[in-house]
């Protein structure tokens, strides 16, 4: 039971670079949500998909372009990198909005030279 | 837009000494409340949740937490903390209005042996 995946762990781009950060899970939830966290900021929601093909911003969605061609695959994308966009990125999951939980990837830890 | 508010940012304690931390949310409406735990260098997990009855409700290892809607807050507490319990510990909310979860900044706890 693999659950949610994350690749890769661990980064280091240049600025301008364009980085994609996969996000898998194998539990055919129809949720997944990007997030970052920052030191003092806590979780901050970048973007969310309630199924495939449909996907909307969360409150920090600049620089960012998200996808969900297939339910269980959700790739976060910075098309030209910068330095503020260094933080670390959860990928999470739940079957449906409301009293049900969220589950986390393990994380990407992303560095932005 | 909804806001999740963590007063205490960085908490240290001893060793069997008791735990609140307090989290307020601004949504006036029906909500679903979680607590997250991120120990050090893992994802986050749920420690527990509450979406309707019993306001005092309790998690793992050894936490509760009581929802008080007329002050809009859901405090964890834990009677006696070890040193295991060293973690980030995060608020969330969502409501079933509303396709998503707002954490609030989170609250670093530091146990002494």
């Known amino acids: 039971d693999a659950g949610i995946t994350q690749s890769p762990r661990y980064k280091i781009t240049e600025t301008g670079r364009q980085v994609t950060l996969m996000c898998h899970q194998t539990?055919?939830?129809?949720?997944m949500f990007w997030y970052r966290q920052d030191l003092g900021h806590g979780l901050r929601l970048i973007y969310y998909s309630a199924a495939a093909d449909i996907t909307d911003k969360g409150e920090v969605p600049d620089g960012y372009v998200v996808s969900r061609s297939k339910t269980e695959n959700f790739p976060l994308t910075l098309e030209s990198a910068t330095r503020s966009q260094t933080s670390v990125y959860f990928c999470a999951s739940t079957a449906e909005v409301g009293p049900y939980e969220q589950y986390f990837g393990p994380g990407t830890r992303l560095t932005v030279t | 837009a909804q806001s999740v508010s963590q007063h205490n940012h960085h908490v240290i304690l001893s060793e069997a000494a008791s735990l609140e931390l307090g989290c307020n949310y601004s949504?006036?409406?029906?909500?679903?409340l979680f607590w997250y735990v991120q120990y050090p260098g893992q994802h986050l997990q749920l420690l527990l949740k509450y979406f309707s009855g019993d306001p005092l409700v309790k998690g793992i290892k050894g936490f509760e937490a009581e929802f008080i809607k007329s002050k809009f807050s859901f405090n964890l507490r834990k009677p006696s903390v070890q040193w295991s319990d060293t973690a980030e510990y995060f608020c969330?909310?969502?409501?079933?209005?509303?396709?998503?979860?707002?954490f609030g900044s989170g609250t670093k706890l530091n146990v002494k042996p």
């Open positions: 539990w055919s939830h129809s949720y």
């Open positions: 949504y006036g409406g029906t909500v679903n």
């Open positions: 969330a909310v969502n409501s079933d209005n509303f396709n998503k979860f707002y």
